[in-house]
């Protein structure tokens, strides 16, 4: 069974403050998606990285994927209060078998951005 | 597109009913997943279907919980009877392929 640490938790910061997400695996993954779920609703995707080392940039938020395919990370610059909601980070495992198309979901970290 | 579609948004029903999830996934994806959410487990996948064909149901917790998928646009995710542990939010999802994933707005259960 392939896992996805996620961490922090939990992350309560101020207006204006920078912030970096970890997700960490001893597994390799195809790729790697993160996520955004505000209450209420269900998770909406931010971004899939692919290729080991890989850097895409969504305005103020900067993803990694590391140059395993084991770990991710997601940093936002300047947090606003709008970015508060719970991220989550999946991992798409090597094709084959019946893990095919089957994401594993890290446990989450819950923003709160406070102005 | 109208996203995933997912009905009833709410449901509170006894303890020993039967309790009847739906959902419509985006029109010509080929995959479908249903997951459950709570605060102490996060998010779970139950079972996915890859053309309308269950591939994984490993996560499906007990013989209580079944799910079908009759055709490319429907699926339903049934609880029979259903238990007060039984109460979270279910997510259905669906997917082109092995990409990313769109969820739908989700269905909080609660049993009493």
């Known amino acids: 069974t392939q896992l996805l640490e996620q961490s922090p938790q939990f992350l309560s910061i101020q207006e204006g403050e920078n912030l970096t997400v970890y997700c960490n695996s001893s597994s390799v993954f195809s790729s790697l998606q993160w996520y955004r779920q505000e209450p209420g609703e269900g998770p909406v995707l931010l971004v899939t990285v692919v290729t080991g080392g890989e850097v895409k940039k969504l305005k103020r938020l900067t993803f990694q994927f590391g140059d395993a395919r084991k770990d991710s990370s997601l940093h936002i610059t300047a947090a606003q209060p709008g970015d508060t909601g719970l991220y989550l980070c999946a991992g798409l495992p090597i094709a084959g078998g019946t893990s095919y198309g089957k994401l594993t979901f890290g446990q989450g970290t819950i923003l709160t951005v406070h102005p | 597109d109208a996203g995933v579609i997912q009905s009833p948004r709410h449901e509170v029903t006894e303890m020993g009913q039967e309790v009847t999830l739906r959902c419509k996934p985006i029109s010509g994806h080929d995959y479908l997943f249903w997951y459950r959410q709570t605060m102490m487990r996060g998010l779970e996948l139950l079972i996915y279907?890859?053309?309308?064909?269950?591939?994984?149901d490993s996560g499906m917790p007990e013989d209580r919980f079944s799910a079908k998928m009759p055709n490319a646009s429907f699926s339903t995710l049934k609880i029979q009877p259903s238990e007060p542990r039984d109460s979270a939010v279910y997510f259905c999802a669906s997917s082109l392929s092995r990409h990313e994933q769109y969820f739908g707005p989700g269905t909080r259960l609660t049993v009493t």
């Open positions: 279907f890859n053309n309308n064909v269950p591939i994984d």
